[in-house]
């Protein structure tokens, strides 16, 4: 499984990108409203710092206004990933970036069949919200194994991103369902890295160097 980050702010980029462990970006509306930068200019920002996928996510609800935001965004830079909403139009605007050759993630997806259906339509990534499932009291984690089992038995290749991470449980369970990215906020990075025993480990390593010193 590889790692994305979920954030508009460049420096958190900036600094997952300095670890090594960085394959793309993820952004939504309300992680750039956030940042109260300029949309744009903020991708060309990121687009510059990550050689990996940056997703931008359209607003309009209908297929020619998607169509018409998503060349907007995919002019910035070869490696922009249009975000589309899983609805009817959204699938209408999948394929005809797909025949652009322009990469989709098709977002806010909540069960397998919306996966299967935008994958059919032509998308590069589906984003199942595990989180946001969670919060409803389903298991998100669930619906990743379904959606990985799906694409597998039917050889899908759209990848599926595990989104609305909350916690490092949450990315090691993506990874054991067969999530192939999980994009995750700078915050659970932090978590991953972190782990008492490795801290207190440290801490007797140079004590115990000290004293002879
Ligand atoms: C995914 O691409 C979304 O930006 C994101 O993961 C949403 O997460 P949230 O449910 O924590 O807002």
Do not use: C
Not at 17 to 38: D, F, M, R, W, Y
Not at 141 to 149: K, T
């Amino acid at each position: 499984m590889k790692f994305f980050i979920d954030t508009a702010n460049i420096e958190d980029i900036r600094e997952a990108n300095s670890l090594g462990i960085l394959a793309g970006v993820t952004t939504n509306p309300s992680l750039v409203a956030k940042e109260g930068v300029s949309f744009h200019e903020r991708l060309k920002e990121i687009t510059d710092e990550v050689e990996g996928s940056v997703s931008a996510e359209v607003i309009s609800e209908d297929s020619e206004g998607m169509i018409r935001e998503g060349k907007e965004l995919a002019a910035i830079a070869p490696n922009i990933t249009v975000k589309v909403p899983m609805t009817m139009e959204g699938l209408k605007a999948v394929k005809a970036f797909s025949d652009l050759n322009i990469k989709t993630n098709v977002t806010l997806v909540f069960s397998s069949n919306q996966a299967l259906l935008a994958a059919r339509a032509g998308a590069s990534y589906v984003s199942p919200f595990l989180g946001r499932l969670d919060d409803i009291g389903h298991n998100g984690v669930d619906l990743i194994s379904e959606i990985s089992a799906i694409f597998d038995a039917h050889q899908i290749d759209t990848e599926i991103i595990a989104a609305s991470v909350r916690h490092p449980v949450h990315v090691t369970e993506a990874a054991l369902a067969g999530a192939h990215i999980a994009t995750v906020p700078f915050k659970v990075f932090d978590q991953l890295v972190k782990h008492p025993l490795t801290d207190q480990g440290i801490e007797k390593f140079l004590n115990d160097w000290n004293k002879q010193q």
